[in-house]
């Protein structure tokens, strides 16, 4: 078996192309710039039909040569993904191979977006995000790696080969590498090259999203559910019980993040039950947090409160019990036929170790926005029609901070995530052998002076992320800002 090229036989034909073009682009883009500096003031000068006029002159050439460039290129790059995924295997090399073994995500954004597109006016802030270019790069992004997690996890598709498996002599081999005469498997080379314990690396990034993608959102919307319950009450109603509270929050975020991490993390702090009970402790809050808002919603409906709060309280207590009772802890008190799942003991205590430190800073934005919010005449409204605290800060003051806290939520995910990185990065907390981001590019780093490619793929997935997330924040928050 033949190694594989980056672009295999496909590539001889679209390369050159591919290159000129991006010479091209290059090129108009460094010319575009230094006849900025010596073009007329730009002016709003509109055609007869209404429409904006082109600008004139060289640069307006140049601008016209720079959006070509741009289109052509970015249709090559399609060109290479259609022939990665219509041709047969190895013909369109390592880019093509991982293109089509990426098919079922393309399919899922393709449904995703035509679906959201096409009733984007019956959706709200989601909706309004399709009408902004930067939201929808963002939320693309994003939604790739989210797919990707689902389909590595829930269906075990996309990968290659095991995550943990090691095959001898492809220990940090290049990408393309086939596998060695005799081997078992229906894959027949590592698409990104072997690491240095001779795992295949693509399937270890693929199987790294699922880690970051099942605890960076979900560990935010914890501290989220901490930092909302904590922060109305202190912003409504002031006075000691915000002076405590904010002493409290401003109190953890004088530690330094990743000292504070160090400290949960590591295993004599682990051994003491500390980050158990800290467990115990925050993650009884989303039961507070629902408990609150249904009762406020329907206190004067008892006949309709009472069985939803039962079956709501119900399934969230379950969940609770079962998330904070894990074996090998000194809480481990539910009987197995009880005990609806376990988790990593090392991804519970790193979750529990986001949730706190994200905590405070999601309660001083509450806090800052309930303490703004609640002079405005709806929340008087409100008070005049004898409505009680909890249904003013849940009901009133809270819908009408969502846009904010929607926009540091997705933030919020995206520090999250670097956290995460750089915990895996120094092997704190997550499993050795995980194959989180972090840990892969740790791995990695050890050899970057020598093989480069081990590091570079999980770092650039972290990057993307990352990237996506940020520009998903800023196209939400254009989109927020014109409500």
């Given at each position: 078996m033949e190694s594989l090229t980056w672009t295999g036989a496909t590539g001889a034909f679209l390369n050159p192309i591919w290159t000129m073009t991006l010479a091209c682009l290059a090129l108009a883009v460094v010319l575009q710039i230094i006849l900025s500096f010596f073009a007329a003031p730009a002016t709003l000068q509109s055609?007869?039909?209404?429409?904006?006029?082109?600008?004139?002159?060289?640069?307006?050439?140049?601008?016209?040569?720079?959006?070509?460039?741009?289109?052509?290129?970015?249709?090559?790059?399609?060109?290479?993904?259609?022939?990665?995924?219509?041709?047969?295997?190895?013909?369109?090399?390592?880019?093509?191979?991982?293109?089509?073994?990426?098919?079922?995500?393309?399919?899922?954004?393709?449904?995703?977006?035509?679906?959201?597109?096409?009733?984007?006016?019956?959706?709200?802030?989601?909706?309004?995000?399709?009408?902004?270019?930067?939201?929808?790069?963002?939320?693309?992004?994003?939604?790739?790696?989210?797919?990707?997690a689902i389909f590595a996890g829930a269906f075990d598709m996309l990968v290659t080969h095991s995550e943990f498996s090691q095959v001898s002599g492809l220990k940090n081999k290049v990408p393309g590498v086939p596998m060695p005469e005799g081997t078992a498997g229906d894959w027949p080379h590592y698409l990104l090259g072997g690491d240095n314990l001779a795992r295949d690396i693509f399937s270890r990034v693929v199987k790294g999203s699922m880690v970051v993608i099942a605890v960076a959102p979900l560990a935010t919307l914890f501290a989220f559910m901490v930092g909302i319950t904590l922060g109305l009450p202190a912003g409504y109603y002031g006075g000691r019980l915000d002076t405590i509270l904010s002493f409290i929050a401003n109190l953890i975020l004088a530690f330094p993040v990743i000292l504070l991490f160090y400290l949960l993390v590591t295993p004599e702090i682990v051994e003491t039950g500390i980050p158990s009970y800290m467990a115990a402790f925050l993650f009884v809050f989303p039961l507070v947090f629902f408990a609150v808002l249904l009762n406020s919603r329907f206190y004067t409906q008892p006949a309709k409160r009472t069985p939803i709060l039962i079956v709501v309280l119900g399934v969230?207590?379950?969940?609770?019990?079962?998330?904070?009772?894990?074996?090998?802890?000194?809480?481990?008190?539910?009987?197995?036929?009880?005990?609806?799942?376990?988790?990593?003991?090392?991804?519970?205590?790193?979750?529990?170790?986001?949730?706190?430190?994200?905590?405070?800073?999601?309660?001083?934005?509450?806090?800052?926005?309930?303490?703004?919010?609640?002079?405005?005449?709806?929340?008087?409204?409100?008070?005049?029609?004898?409505?009680?605290?909890?249904?003013?800060?849940?009901?009133?003051?809270?819908?009408?901070?969502?846009?904010?806290?929607?926009?540091?939520?997705?933030?919020?995910?995206?520090?999250?995530?670097?956290?995460?990185?750089?915990?895996?990065?120094?092997?704190?907390?997550?499993?050795?052998?995980?194959?989180?981001?972090?840990?892969?590019?740790?791995?990695?780093?050890?050899?970057?002076?020598?093989?480069?490619?081990?590091?570079?793929?999980?770092?650039?997935?972290?990057?993307?992320?990352?990237?996506?997330?940020?520009?998903?924040?800023?196209?939400?928050?254009?989109?927020?800002?014109?409500?």
């Open positions: 055609n007869p039909d209404g429409t904006l006029a082109k600008r004139g002159g060289y640069l307006g050439g140049v601008e016209r040569v720079t959006k070509v460039a741009f289109m052509a290129l970015l249709a090559l790059s399609v060109l290479y993904v259609v022939a990665g995924i219509v041709t047969p295997y190895g013909t369109s090399g390592i880019i093509g191979v991982m293109f089509k073994r990426f098919l079922p995500v393309w399919i899922a954004l393709i449904v995703t977006f035509s679906v959201s597109i096409y009733f984007k006016r019956n959706l709200g802030l989601y909706g309004k995000l399709f009408d902004s270019t930067v939201g929808m790069v963002g939320f693309g992004i994003v939604m790739f790696w989210v797919f990707t969230l207590a379950w969940l609770y019990l079962s998330l904070i009772s894990q074996s090998g802890t000194v809480l481990n008190f539910l009987p197995s036929w009880l005990d609806g799942f376990d988790v990593d003991a090392g991804i519970l205590v790193v979750f529990v170790s986001v949730v706190f430190v994200n905590s405070p800073t999601v309660f001083r934005i509450v806090r800052g926005l309930a303490l703004d919010l609640r002079t405005r005449d709806y929340v008087a409204a409100a008070q005049t029609r004898g409505e009680g605290a909890w249904y003013i800060m849940l009901w009133e003051i809270l819908p009408n901070a969502r846009g904010p806290l929607i926009v540091d939520f997705c933030l919020r995910i995206g520090y999250t995530t670097i956290l995460l990185g750089t915990l895996g990065f120094f092997g704190l907390g997550l499993p050795p052998e995980s194959p989180d981001w972090g840990s892969t590019i740790n791995e990695g780093r050890k050899l970057l002076l020598i093989y480069a490619h081990p590091a570079l793929p999980p770092a650039i997935a972290l990057l993307s992320l990352v990237l996506g997330l940020n520009l998903l924040a800023d196209g939400l928050r254009e989109e927020s800002l014109k409500d």
